[in-house]
């Protein structure tokens, strides 16, 4: 059982940058294949990127390719969204999103392959 706690969000202008957190109860998510997703009004949401368990691995979205990076710290059973270069189309709750399978295994931009979900934090950028 993993319960998640993301925090960070807020308002921030176009060209900014925010810093997501995601915090994991357990002792076991250094395991967890972990993922943001991100859900605008009126959206299905959308994948953003994700981590395998040692950090080695990452997948992005084309759409922040360049401007965010996934990170994790499983000393700190946290996982990390730096978002720079932020666009008004980033806007959006952002989710984050635990999978005990194999990294090998898991379809990682698919909301149905993660098990555990944190409640959201929004994300507004302004212009």
Do not use: H
Not at 84 to 112: F, G, H, I, M, Q
């Amino acid at each position: 059982q993993v319960q998640l706690v993301e925090s960070g969000g807020g308002l921030v202008q176009a060209g900014g940058s925010l810093r997501l957190s995601c915090a994991a109860s357990g002792r076991t998510f250094s395991s967890y294949v972990m993922a943001w997703f991100r859900q605008a009004p009126g959206k299905e949401r959308e994948f953003v990127t994700a981590i395998s368990t040692s950090g080695r691995n990452t997948r992005y979205v084309d759409s922040v390719k360049g401007r965010f990076t996934i990170s994790r710290d499983n000393a700190k059973n946290t996982v990390f969204l730096q978002m720079n270069s932020l666009k008004l189309e980033d806007t959006a709750v952002y989710y984050c999103a635990a999978e005990s399978r194999p990294w090998t295994v898991v379809r990682t931009a698919l909301p149905n392959e993660y098990r555990y979900w944190g409640q959201g934090t929004q994300v507004t950028v302004s212009s």
